[in-house]
């Protein structure tokens, strides 16, 4: 999936975040090399692997929560409930990531009034970085556009 | 690559302020450092077209909790002796009680705890009335000179 008003979004474009696949209950979004993603020295940067330009969990965190607002986005009704704010997201990061990182974010749960969402992120390597869940609050009601 | 090591703990206010408005992310989201102590940080930031894109134009949600991780970092920077680091953060626990529509938006840090891990806590308010938005607890993984990764 190419997005391009997502990408183009400031926020997307400074921590290199980038829409990957999008369908019912879930997306994904990548995380690659970019000025707002990288992390600082004797931290993230310090995994770096060969040429592999790690992104930082400041970046990765703020896509998880992107991403779980996203999933619920794809499975709400918005001729019936409104979406209200993220409530709570947990994310417990493993490892350090080498590389760009994938976050996927699946809806596991959706009322009218709250979604529960899990993420999971991995690296290049296909390795398992991060995992989390988000709660999401919705509103009884159309949208306001 | 060269890039500037965080200033160790007793590092002036001048030089934690600057390492950490020199990164990117705190630059472009205009994430500034009010105030350190040893075990305390205070944080804010300043809205911008990067940051807003909540519900009822608030900032992102992402961004508050990459905020409070980013306090809690200079946090428990400031209670790391010679040669410690951050490796990296280990978890990120944020609730959010109301919608961050401030101008101006301040984390406050303070460090619970520092052993192999460190553990702060975060409150996040309105810069304007002082209003809670979020409350997190961020972990991270030190490293120590010396200590089998």
Redesign the interface.
């Known amino acids: 999936m190419t997005s391009h008003s997502f990408d183009d979004?400031?926020?997307h474009r400074?921590?290199g975040i980038h829409a990957d696949q999008r369908g019912a209950g879930f997306v994904q979004y990548r995380i690659v090399a970019a000025?707002?993603?990288?992390g600082?020295?004797?931290?993230?940067?310090?995994?770096?692997v060969g040429d592999e330009a790690p992104v930082?969990?400041?970046?990765i965190?703020?896509?998880?929560?992107?991403a779980v607002?996203e999933a619920v986005g794809t499975v709400i009704d918005r001729r019936a409930v409104s979406?209200?704010?993220?409530?709570?997201?947990?994310?417990?990061?493993i490892d350090?990531p080498r590389g760009e990182a994938i976050v996927r974010a699946t809806v596991l749960h959706c009322a009218d009034r709250v979604a529960a969402v899990e993420a999971r992120v991995t690296d290049a390597r296909g390795a398992t970085i991060a995992f989390?869940r988000g709660t999401y609050s919705l509103r009884p009601g159309r949208e306001r556009s | 690559?060269?890039?500037?090591?965080?200033p160790p703990a007793g590092a002036s206010f001048d030089a934690v302020a600057a390492?950490w408005q020199a990164?990117?992310?705190c630059a472009?989201?205009d994430i500034r450092v009010e105030a350190v102590a040893r075990g305390y940080a205070r944080l804010a930031i300043h809205r911008n077209?990067?940051?807003v894109?909540?519900?009822?134009n608030?900032l992102?949600?992402?961004?508050l909790?990459?905020l409070a991780?980013?306090a809690a970092?200079v946090c428990l920077g400031t209670t790391l002796e010679a040669g410690g680091?951050?490796?990296?953060?280990?978890?990120?626990?944020?609730?959010?009680a109301s919608?961050a529509t401030a101008a101006r938006t301040v984390a406050e840090a303070h460090a619970l705890r520092v052993g192999r891990t460190a553990l702060a806590s975060v409150t996040i308010t309105d810069g304007d009335d002082g209003h809670l938005n979020c409350a997190a607890r961020v972990s991270c993984v030190l490293?120590w000179p010396g200590a089998a990764s």
């Open positions: 979004v400031p926020l400074l921590l000025p707002g993603s990288a600082h020295a004797d931290g993230a940067l310090r995994a770096a930082s969990t400041f970046a965190t703020t896509a998880v929560d992107i607002v979406m209200n704010g993220t409530a709570e997201l947990n994310l417990t990061y350090a989390g | 690559m060269s890039a500037p090591l965080v390492y990164l990117p992310l472009e989201l077209n990067r940051s894109g909540g519900v009822r608030s992102n949600g992402g961004v909790a990459t991780e980013v970092h680091a951050i490796e990296r953060t280990q978890d990120v626990s944020i609730s959010f919608s490293a």
